[in-house]
């Protein structure tokens, strides 16, 4: 909601929907999962994953956050999170958060990623 009354353009569309339950159709440049897979199990995070992968375009990415707490749950590491995203990406990058200890960011394509 803040995006998209702060930042519109006519080639921009936003979708806010719940992946654990539905899904929007079509095909997307960027998927944003912000606090991310911890919420979820894993076989629905493993769901939510599979689901964006289809629905984003040749060149697209995911990317989102993450706040691992270890030993909490099942995801208690960078390479737990890593892990799970190499089950269907080619190209994964995860940084920890200068201001919040224990968050990542993950990014996740299909394509070679540059970041800066």
């Known amino acids: 909601v803040h995006a998209s009354a702060n930042n519109c353009a006519q080639n921009i569309t936003y979708k806010f929907c719940d992946f654990s339950i539905d899904m929007t ?17 894993k076989e629905i995070a493993e769901k939510i994953i599979s689901g964006a992968k289809v629905r984003l375009s040749e060149d697209g990415i995911m990317t989102g956050s993450s706040n691992i707490l270890k030993n909490s749950g099942w995801l208690n590491s960078p390479s737990d999170l890593e892990n799970l995203l190499s089950g269907y990406f080619s190209h994964i990058k995860i940084k920890e958060s200068d201001f919040f200890s224990g968050s990542y960011y993950f990014f996740a394509s299909e394509k070679e990623l540059r970041l800066i």
């Open 25 to 41: 159709v079509g095909k997307f440049d960027s998927i944003i999962w912000n606090r991310g897979p911890e919420e979820f199990n």
